[in-house]
């Protein structure tokens, strides 16, 4: 079964800090990889999508994840955060070809101090 | 566009009360999912229609959980009777077809005491 799992429960920094949080898969076949953002008080959103092609992704807000096959990982990046990052972010995978059931990782709270 | 519209935002029952939700997809789109997201977790899917026929609903607890979609646009999720594990909050989402992005609505956060 697929499955996704979410390093980091909780994360806090301060801005301009650089920010990377893991996300890992288990799917044996070709799979599209998402990232969604939840602002407080907001509904879900994408933040960037890998569906093949250039293994690193670049999304909204200065967002990027890299897509590593060996390691089944797609692991969320951004070089400097800002206040407004304050979210709680989403990892989701679906089989390719298949009915586009999203599997979501548990979640991660991100807080950035200003 | 208009996004996803859900109602109501906010419910509060006791245990084996019944209970429904509504949901307004963007227009145009064919598929609609409801996804269950309890707190501290993810979104797990509960139910995915195609139009109006049922794609996936795997995941679904049939006993108590029932949903429509009917005329294939708007869609009701119905749970009766509720429990107290059911308190969550539910979301719907659609996409234009099956291999496009998910476009979520804001949730409706069900509290069973």
């Known amino acids: 079964a697929q499955s996704v799992s979410q390093h980091n429960h909780h994360v806090i920094l301060s801005e301009a800090a650089s920010l990377e949080l893991g996300c890992n898969y288990s799917?044996?076949?070709?799979?599209?990889l998402f990232w969604y953002v939840q602002y407080p008080g907001q509904h879900l959103q994408l933040l960037l999508k890998?569906?093949?092609?250039?293994?690193l992704v670049k999304g909204i807000k200065g967002f990027e994840a890299e897509f590593i096959k060996s390691k089944f990982s797609f692991n969320l990046r951004k070089p400097s955060v800002q206040w407004s990052d304050t979210a709680e972010y989403f990892c989701a995978v679906n089989a390719r070809g298949n009915t586009g059931k999203l599997i979501f990782g548990q979640g991660t709270t991100l807080q950035v101090k200003p | 566009e208009a996004g996803v519209a859900q109602s109501p935002r906010y419910k509060i029952i006791e245990k084996r009360q019944s209970v429904a939700f509504w949901c307004n997809p963007i227009?145009?789109?064919?598929?609609l999912y409801w996804y269950q997201q309890i707190l501290g977790q993810g979104p797990k899917l509960l139910i995915q229609?195609?139009?109006?026929?049922?794609?996936?609903d795997s995941q679904l607890p049939k006993d108590r959980f029932s949903a429509e979609r009917l005329k294939g646009v708007d869609s009701t999720l119905k749970i009766q009777p509720a429990k107290l594990e059911d308190s969550a909050v539910y979301l719907c989402?659609?996409?234009?077809?099956?291999?496009?992005?998910?476009?979520f609505g804001n949730g409706t956060r069900l509290t069973v005491t």
């Open positions: 227009s145009g789109h064919a598929t």
């Open positions: 799917y044996g076949g070709t799979v599209n």
């Open positions: 989402a659609s996409s234009s077809d099956r291999s496009s992005p998910l476009h």
């Open positions: 229609f195609q139009n109006n026929g049922v794609v996936d």
């Open positions: 890998y569906f093949s092609g250039d293994p």
